[in-house]
């Protein structure tokens, strides 16, 4: 499905959350989108759900409109960090009510992820750990197969080898039927192989939407004396300078082999680190 | 295979890189199958779009070509394809370096000719 965000703008009294972003996501993909807190993603993947109004500007899913759009809803699944069910259903019936909301829904894929995560499906959602709930909230956004899957941060409490269980599960349903799924995680380097596409917030705005491939190859890291590196970074886009005893490197959009061609010490920016460099910019720097 | 990808360069290429040196030392002959898009995605958990890049950048060159149905396979000249091209960029990638290494350490060129003459014997226990 595609996704059209235009002009999109969401305050609260005085604050804006997002401000005036606009990007299109064409195709069925893995998406991270990457911020630090308080940058719009939540705001963003709410009003994208159909579950708050933006205050300006809009989000055209097939060009329609999902807030109160029954049949768009449908399609679309959001988990995010808590509180996604109600505390005193069963986890059957939690199922039972995602089933008949989601019309691709895997009842079988459910039940495997229950087991998988060693819930029991008589238990009620207040009586789970943290780790547990997400654990279901995982379930329910896999087996739902929307053809736009949310996942806001869903594994609050979750250990390490149940996340890694998570990412290879979501990867073999995504190679089975591509579907858009958008993914918004702190835990960038754990995720970040996954990624099709990347996009950052900050502030309100979009800084950078690029394929994942295309970062790994242009994002660059080069270091030398400090004329060499000018000398290459003139007229190209500077992320970050830093310079120590007449070294200095630059975080910079390049290719390695031109950086080569001048002298310069190359290396490659991971992803997480790109997007602490891009959000940690100075206001008005 | 390698047991992890380094995300700070491109995955395809890394993907690419692992193969073709399969392919020069044999590791995998010529007819042989390699792993799918979906092998190496599930193996490395990524995304399989960026695994299929790497595939079919070999393909275009030759190196690999596609049994339909059934999978991947390396190409009778595969091989030498690949030694010939490494030799190519065995100047740029590994000699470059090394003489800009030696000029920093002061060693000269005849220095250098004879550590590359000199017998090895860091195998020969």
């Known amino acids: 499905m595609k996704i059209e965000v235009k002009n999109l703008s969401k305050k609260y009294k005085e604050k804006a959350a997002l401000n005036n972003v606009s990007f299109t996501l064409d195709e069925p993909k893995i998406y991270g989108l990457l911020g630090r807190n308080g940058a719009g993603k939540t705001t963003f993947m709410d009003i994208l759900s159909g579950q708050i109004l933006p205050s300006g500007g809009e989000i055209l899913i097939d060009g329609e409109n999902p807030f109160d759009n029954q049949r768009l809803t449908e399609s679309i699944c959001l988990i995010k960090e808590g509180n996604n069910f109600k505390k005193d259903l069963k986890i059957k019936n939690v199922l039972k009510i995602y089933s008949y909301f989601y019309p691709n829904w895997d009842q079988e894929l459910a039940e495997d992820l229950i087991q998988e995560y060693n819930l029991s499906l008589n238990a009620k959602v207040k009586t789970l750990s943290k780790g547990m709930e997400s654990a279901l909230g995982i379930t329910v956004g896999l087996a739902s197969k929307a053809p736009i899957t949310i996942f806001d941060e869903p594994y609050i409490g979750l250990d390490a080898p149940s996340r890694k269980r998570f990412y290879e599960i979501m990867l073999e349903e995504y190679q089975t039927e591509k579907r858009t799924i958008i993914f918004s995680t702190h835990l960038i380097d754990e995720v970040s192989l996954l990624f099709e596409e990347v996009l950052i917030l900050r502030e309100g705005s979009l800084v950078l939407q690029e394929e994942a491939e295309t970062l790994r190859d242009n994002a660059i890291s080069v270091s030398g004396s400090i004329e060499k590196v000018e000398g290459f970074l003139a007229g190209k886009e500077v992320i970050e300078r830093k310079q120590l005893a007449g070294v200095m490197t630059a975080y910079v959009y390049g290719t390695a082999s031109d950086a080569k061609v001048h002298g310069l010490e190359v290396e490659g920016i991971p992803i997480q680190e790109l997007m602490i460099y891009l959000t940690e910019r100075k206001k008005g720097a | ?125």
């Open chain 2, 1 to 125: 295979m390698k047991n992890s990808l380094d995300d700070s360069k491109p995955i395809f290429l890394q993907i690419k890189e692992q193969l073709e040196d399969s392919i020069i030392n044999e590791t995998i002959k010529a007819e042989e199958r390699v792993p799918s898009t979906n092998e190496f995605a599930a193996y490395y958990k990524i995304n399989p779009a960026t695994a299929a890049k790497g595939i079919n950048e070999l393909v275009a060159e030759g190196i690999l070509f596609k049994r339909r149905g059934v999978g991947m396979f390396v190409t009778e000249d595969a091989q030498q394809i690949l030694i010939e091209k490494r030799k190519k960029s065995f100047y740029e990638n590994y000699m470059l370096p090394l003489k800009s290494e030696a000029e920093k350490l002061r060693i000269s060129a005849m220095e250098l000719i004879e550590m590359v003459e000199r017998e090895d014997t860091s195998n020969e226990d």
